[in-house]
């Protein structure tokens, strides 16, 4: 209250200065910027902070006894020299023939894709999740420390402008879509989502680029291994049902 006029006095306003606001205002541009490049999973050390540097968990646990089991049951002899570290000092080796007629549960698929691997194998902690409808989802992490992921070919070129020029080790890759049988010892694969890292890539890019080099390499590998025939795949329920054979025995021989 004025001491003269006994009118009471409002307290003063505390004006926040610009330099504060600009402060505040670019302090928020870098929590977001933090936040955007370790979630893309790119980044090691920052991904690991939010949990960015592990794969989508699909909820589907795998074991090496189960990698092992399923050999035994099916009478396949899979020596695949796993103390080896260089692909290029041995070759590969198939040999006999086996018939298979059998249902595979999601936990049985992870855990061959996971165990019983050479070191330069590029995969690992894989998930595979098959749902009512047939639809795949499969959740891992990509070694790209075990190949050139830059080489002419080795990724679409529409994926590389979504990458970093530098990888980590290791990367959470996830993909969802069918898979079916398109001939003789061919299958057809198609893409409904893939992410890289975070970082999703764009349907325009899977549709035109990815699917067509996906199928491409993994046709190209099954037809150069003798002994195979596919007359069924089907994915239901949790499960997938194969119809064919399989080569008896695989080992890697070191070239002399």
């Given at each position: 209250?004025?001491?003269?006029?006994?009118?009471?006095?409002?307290?003063?306003?505390?004006?926040?200065?610009?330099?504060?606001?600009?402060?505040?205002?670019?302090?928020?541009?870098?929590?977001?910027?933090?936040?955007?490049?370790?979630?893309s999973?790119?980044?090691?050390?920052?991904?690991?902070?939010?949990?960015?540097?592990?794969?989508?968990?699909?909820?589907?646990?795998?074991?090496?006894?189960?990698?092992?089991?399923?050999?035994?049951?099916?009478?396949?002899r899979l020596?695949?020299?796993?103390?080896?570290?260089d692909?290029?000092?041995?070759?590969?080796?198939?040999?006999?023939?086996?018939?298979?007629?059998?249902?595979?549960?999601?936990?049985?698929?992870?855990?061959?894709?996971?165990?019983?691997?050479v070191?330069?194998?590029?995969?690992?902690?894989?998930?595979?999740?098959?749902?009512?409808?047939?639809?795949?989802?499969?959740?891992?992490?990509?070694?790209?420390?075990?190949?050139?992921?830059?080489?002419?070919?080795?990724?679409?070129?529409?994926?590389?402008?979504?990458?970093?020029?530098?990888?980590?080790?290791?990367?959470?890759?996830?993909?969802?879509?069918?898979?079916?049988?398109?001939?003789?010892?061919?299958?057809?694969?198609?893409?409904?989502?893939?992410?890289?890292?975070?970082?999703?890539?764009?349907?325009?890019?899977?549709?035109?680029?990815?699917?067509?080099?996906?199928?491409?390499?993994?046709?190209?590998?099954?037809?150069?291994?003798?002994?195979?025939?596919?007359?069924?795949?089907?994915?239901?329920?949790g499960?997938?049902?194969?119809?064919?054979?399989?080569?008896?025995?695989?080992?890697?021989?070191?070239?002399?």
């Amino acid at each position: 209250m004025d001491a003269q006029t006994g009118i009471p006095v409002q307290p003063r306003k505390k004006r926040i200065s610009v330099g504060k606001v600009i402060l505040l205002l670019f302090s928020l541009v870098v929590l977001l910027v933090f936040w955007f490049v370790a979630r893309s999973g790119f980044v090691p050390g920052l991904a690991k902070v939010v949990g960015a540097d592990k794969p989508v968990n699909l909820g589907v646990k795998s074991t090496a006894a189960q990698s092992t089991a399923m050999l035994q049951k099916l009478g396949i002899r899979l020596d695949n020299q796993p103390a080896a570290t260089d692909p290029a000092k041995y070759r590969k080796v198939y040999s006999g023939q086996v018939a298979i007629n059998q249902d595979f549960t999601e936990s049985e698929i992870s855990a061959l894709l996971n165990f019983n691997h050479v070191a330069f194998w590029a995969v690992k902690d894989a998930q595979v999740k098959i749902s009512k409808d047939g639809t795949l989802e499969a959740a891992m992490l990509v070694k790209t420390s075990t190949f050139n992921i830059r080489r002419d070919g080795e990724v679409p070129t529409g994926v590389m402008r979504y990458l970093p020029a530098v990888l980590p080790d290791e990367l959470p890759v996830y993909v969802k879509g069918k898979i079916t049988v398109a001939g003789s010892n061919q299958v057809r694969t198609d893409i409904q989502a893939l992410q890289i890292g975070r970082v999703t890539i764009p349907a325009s890019v899977v549709n035109a680029e990815v699917e067509k080099q996906a199928n491409q390499y993994v046709n190209d590998r099954l037809r150069a291994i003798p002994g195979l025939s596919i007359q069924e795949i089907s994915f239901q329920d949790g499960k997938v049902h194969f119809r064919g054979t399989w080569p008896k025995e695989f080992r890697r021989i070191p070239i002399q």
